[in-house]
């Protein structure tokens, strides 16, 4: 059976949700009502049939998980997935420069300084010293204005891989085994 890398990985999130829900009690509480070996032979029963089925589902799920991966690297969909994830790490860098607010001007910072060596009073002064100095920015409004550009560029180049990775996993598909449909099958997964 061929299905889509996007049917697949709803397959695999199912997978996992019904491994999740597997009982694998083995421990069993018997009174003196009941029959001992009756109970502990169907709770052995019960949880062999869980292993069991933990066993196929746990074989599906690493099948379809190989496959994805091969059918992923052929149609390089991990070499995708890589860029955006180095696009994001620039969006978010870049993002955090925009922030900051321009440097002041030659004029403005040689102007402070000059009132700073010019003032004798001692009450501009903190007890450290703190006070003599003129902060400012070192990015210009145009290097703000460019890391913006590159936020919005990186975020356009982001959003077109993820385009052609939604693309790739629709028209890519993998073969199933038949063991594995029947395991799908028996889950009502299929």
Known sequence: MNI???KASAFQASI???LKGINFETQVKIN???DAEQEIARASSEVKANIARRTA?????YEIRKSVS???TQVSIDNR???VAHLEKEIQFYNGLV???PRESEKVIAGRLDKIRNDKSESRRSIYGYNDTVDTSVFTKEDLDGFRREVARAKKSKQKLQDEILELNVQTVIQLSEKTVATLQSEGLL
């Open 4 to 6: 889509s890398l996007r």
């Open 16 to 18: 996992n949700e019904a």
């Open 57 to 61: 589902l746990q074989t599906a799920l």
């Open 32 to 34: 003196e009502f009941q």
């Open 70 to 72: 091969g059918a992923n």
């Open 99 to 101: 922030g900051n607010k």
């Open 81 to 83: 997935l890589a860029d």
